[in-house]
């Protein structure tokens, strides 16, 4: 039962998603839009196709965010440049940030709530695969570190997290730690679209700089985890 608890966020969530779907054509026609726009990699479009809700935009963005989550195949990084670029690096940070932690926890609580079988078949085995060896080295460590390596997916982590023992506080808190300087350089980069005055080609410059500094000072642990020697 407390899974069940846990998980319910999360379950609300994607049921209300399907009756929304069935229940409404042009929201159908809409998704369809900013599916391909996510598909096509450009983030000016999609700032248009979000201005068009108004006063509704954060809100059509943070759904989008979570969509991007739950269905690993499809570019958050976009949604976070196009954030910026409707409210610039700060306010479109904080957006960011926040449905970047609604995302992660609907994927690990969809993950408590379907366990390892309905997991497999949204994240590959063989990639669930080399996760559950990353979380076992690593623990929560792997987690916030998965927000920092480029060519890791944060959202497969999440759902590998929520087949483990890893509880939800450990985990929130290793997200919103990891997600602090990806939506930074995201956020920047985005208000450089608008604005490319030299500070923002520094900052974003110093923020791209950010991650491998960090992995830098856990270079020790990171060796020690994997069974490799710091060269």
């Not at 839009?33 to 108004?54: I, S, T």
Request: charged share 10%; glycine share 8%.
């Amino acid at each position: 039962m407390p899974l069940v608890v846990a998980a319910l966020p999360a379950i609300l969530l994607v049921v209300g998603l399907v009756v929304v779907l069935w229940a409404s054509p042009g929201i159908r026609g809409e998704l369809r839009v900013a599916w391909g726009l996510l598909l096509g990699g450009d983030p000016a479009p999609l700032r248009l196709w979000l201005l068009q809700f108004g006063a509704f935009a954060p809100i059509v963005s943070a759904l989008l965010q979570v969509a991007t989550s739950l269905i690993p195949v499809l570019p958050s990084f976009l949604v976070a440049i196009a954030n910026a670029m409707l409210y610039g690096s700060v306010l479109g940070g904080v957006l960011t940030f926040v449905t970047a932690l609604i995302a992660a926890a609907a994927c690990f609580g969809l993950a408590r709530a379907v366990g390892r079988p309905g997991v497999e078949r949204i994240v590959a085995q063989r990639t669930l695969s080399r996760m559950d060896g990353f979380m076992e080295r690593r623990g929560i460590l792997a987690v916030f570190l998965a927000r920092l390596i480029p060519f890791i997916n944060p959202d497969v982590v999440s759902y590998a997290a929520g087949v483990t023992r890893i509880r939800w506080p450990a985990f929130l808190a290793a997200i919103a730690a990891g997600s602090v300087p990806s939506t930074v350089f995201y956020s920047i980069v985005g208000a450089a679209a608008l604005d490319s005055t030299p500070w923002v080609v520094g900052a974003v410059t110093v923020s791209t700089l950010i991650p491998l500094f960090l992995l830098w000072l856990l270079r020790e642990r990171i060796f020690k985890a994997t069974g490799h020697r710091d060269p």
